[in-house]
């Protein structure tokens, strides 16, 4: 079987189960854009040199994963996503970018040029993926007005933007420590 299928020619495309809905539909769109979003974190996590930062961004990479496809999924199918026991966002997963957001703030972080990303290259990953989701927590928002979304979806995003930008800022203080210098266990 090929990757191509030419069932996407004319514009449309399926959601899981099925369903054909325009390739601009805002549901596409999102799940889209959190595929462009693990997309920019796999660069991230490419160009970074911090262990516990790839570490944390591969398994972010993991969860998004299972939220494109409970993105991807018509409200009338979630019942079905449901019982075939797919992958979804579980409030612990918030709770760990929280705890990951506090772990890093209890280090000495600068936020000298913080509003000029491209103090180096991972750093600027870094703010190239907090952008995307802000994009995508922006796309969730819209779905979830129309009772499409759990609100948990957007304060996830909402957190890992956050996250992205605490990280992002935490490389460059970094990089600017001399060689040798000792670091912290983060």
């Known amino acids: 079987m090929s990757i191509a299928t030419r069932t996407g020619d004319m514009g449309k495309t399926g959601l899981m189960y099925g369903r054909r809905v325009d390739k601009f539909d805002l549901r596409v769109a999102t799940y889209g854009t959190v595929d462009e979003l693990n997309a920019a974190l796999g660069m991230a996590r490419a160009q970074g040199e911090l262990p516990l930062i790839k570490t944390e961004l591969l398994l972010i990479q993991k969860q998004l994963v299972a939220l494109m496809g409970e993105l991807a999924v018509a409200p009338e199918d979630t019942e079905r996503y449901q019982k075939d026991k797919y992958p979804k966002l579980q409030p612990e997963m918030l709770q760990h970018l929280d705890d990951l957001v506090a772990l890093i703030e209890k280090e000495k972080v600068s936020f000298d040029g913080w509003a000029t990303p491209g103090a180096n290259v991972a750093s600027a990953s870094l703010d190239v993926a907090r952008t995307v989701c ?21 304060r996830y995003l909402n957190r890992l933007s956050d996250l992205l930008w605490l990280m992002a800022r935490y490389t460059e203080t970094e990089a600017l420590k001399p060689s040798g210098t000792d670091r912290p266990a983060i």
């Open 134 to 154: 802000r994009r995508a927590e922006r796309l969730v928002a819209e779905l979830a007005a129309s009772n499409e979304v759990d609100y948990l979806v957007i």
